[in-house]
């Protein structure tokens, strides 16, 4: 009894010091892992297709990080279900800083809220590492609609129930929300097309196929400059520098409506935390520089650079917005 009683001790500890080996081991790998880091080329992946503001801003803020990192940082876009595709394929890469993403108020906020069923979760699946970016959605509408402001526009589309379209750039995007939401202040009845991308939704409205949209500024700052859309409002609750001409949405009569665009980077959940705050540091030093801030603020962008927690609090924020909404108005996509 006493050498079994031994033996089975024996094996207990053991097993504690193979346990204990196997942590140390995997640690100070994790630590060489992360000294080293980066030694090979960094990608960001964009949920979204090229022209589209998380592209324009995974592009202005890659060329900078590969000067800061000393490794080549370049942008790769998955577009698709509102940036389900592209935010999957990072949820899975291994997490070793060298794939990440740079997720939106749509692919990272809004979609917890309106998919029935997602691939991955986005607050277990991903660590935050910094918001980069804050900008208003602007409403837009092809010249030939009759409609110079927001309440002639609802007037407009009052008259005709049903026989309007909006485009956004994919379900449960901060454009297909943002109009959600100006629907069931109003009371318009708009038929929602969704589309893989901003930019292939704002080509349709520039040639009348689709009525109206809401945006994200970015992209839509060259086409209401050049006429080719006529701009309504914006949806912060201050005006846009860069368009001071265009009303707010509530200076236009609805009261309490706001909507706002984030962007930021994150990773895989399990990266190591010294690559996600080297990374973090980084993007938080290029967003506040004054050499970048002007470069997002020509864009119609206001330029963040926050910490991994604070970053995580604002993705909190939204999906406990935007899901009571999703219910109401009946959004769930399969």
Do not use: C
């Not at 630590?31 to 090979?40: C, G, N, V």
């Not at 995974?58 to 509102?82: C, K, M, W």
């Not at 379900?171 to 292939?200: C, Q, R």
């Not at 707010?248 to 990773?267: K, N, Q």
């Amino acid at each position: 009894m006493l050498l079994r009683m031994t033996r089975q001790a024996l094996r207990r500890a053991l097993a504690g010091a193979l346990l204990a080996l196997a942590t140390a081991t995997g640690m100070a790998q994790a630590a060489i892992a992360a000294d080293a880091y980066p030694s090979r080329p960094i990608r960001i992946v964009a949920p979204s297709t090229p022209g589209d503001a998380p592209d324009v801003i995974a592009r202005i803020l890659a060329e900078r990080l590969s000067g800061a990192l000393g490794t080549q940082v370049f942008v790769e876009n998955h577009p698709g279900a509102g940036g389900v595709v592209g935010s999957d394929i990072v949820a899975k890469a291994p997490a070793d800083g060298y794939t990440l993403i740079i997720g939106n108020a749509g692919s990272h906020g809004i979609n917890a809220a309106v998919y029935a069923r997602l691939p991955y979760d986005i607050q277990r699946d991903f660590a935050p590492v910094s918001q980069v970016a804050i900008s208003p959605n602007i409403m837009v509408v092809n010249p030939d609609v009759p409609a110079t402001s927001v309440q002639q526009f609802v007037a407009f589309a009052k008259a005709r129930p049903g026989a309007l379209s909006y485009a956004s750039g994919g379900n449960g995007s901060s454009a297909h929300m943002s109009m959600e939401l100006f629907k069931s202040m109003t009371g318009v009845d708009l038929v929602h097309i969704p589309y893989k991308g901003s930019s292939p939704a704002l080509t349709d409205v520039v040639s009348g196929q689709v009525a109206v949209m809401f945006v994200n500024l970015p992209p839509a700052v060259p086409l209401v400059k050049a006429g080719k859309v006529r701009a309504l409002a914006v949806t912060t609750r201050t005006r846009s520098a860069l368009l001071p001409d265009v009303p707010t949405v509530i200076e236009s009569g609805i009261a309490g409506y706001e909507t706002v665009a984030w962007f930021g980077i994150l990773a895989p959940a399990a990266t190591p935390k010294d690559i996600v705050a080297r990374l973090s540091g980084e993007i938080a030093r290029i967003a506040r520089s004054p050499e970048m801030r002007e470069r997002l603020l020509s864009l119609g962008a206001e330029p963040v650079g926050s910490t991994p927690e604070e970053f995580a609090a604002i993705i909190a924020r939204d999906i406990a917005k935007w899901t009571p909404l999703a219910k109401t108005v009946g959004i769930k996509v399969d």
